[in-house]
């Protein structure tokens, strides 16, 4: 029973502290130093995910805008016919409107 008892004596002094310090010092470091980049590489790719989804959108607002000018364009060459007809009107309309009629009254006058 003695001399198990010399055999499982453990020695911690001050160097076995030191050495195993330096060693968890450095394990942490080197950790960090993995999930930093980890971290780095999954934004990047996030950003460039991100950048890729906003170009995606922005075609599609191009898209929807170039198609509502076509639809605007395609309203208005239907229209624009009926626009030139009511303005002849309207202006043919304004003269009869300025000149004075003759009147049975105003023949009389005369």
């Known amino acids: 029973y003695e001399l198990s008892q010399k055999h499982n004596i453990m020695i911690i002094d001050a160097k076995t502290v030191a050495v195993t310090s330096v060693v968890i010092a450095v394990a942490f470091y080197w950790g960090l130093g993995i999930i930093r980049k980890f971290a780095l590489q ?25 198609n509502a000018d076509a639809a605007a364009a395609a309203a208005f060459a239907k229209v624009e016919p009926m626009l030139k007809v009511s303005n002849v009107k309207a202006s043919s309309k304004s003269e009869n409107a300025e000149t004075p009629a003759a009147t049975p009254a105003a023949v009389a006058d005369v």
């Open 42 to 66: 999954i934004a990047q790719e996030n950003h460039s995910a991100m950048m890729k989804q906003d170009e995606a959108e922005e075609q599609q607002r191009l898209k929807k805008e170039r």
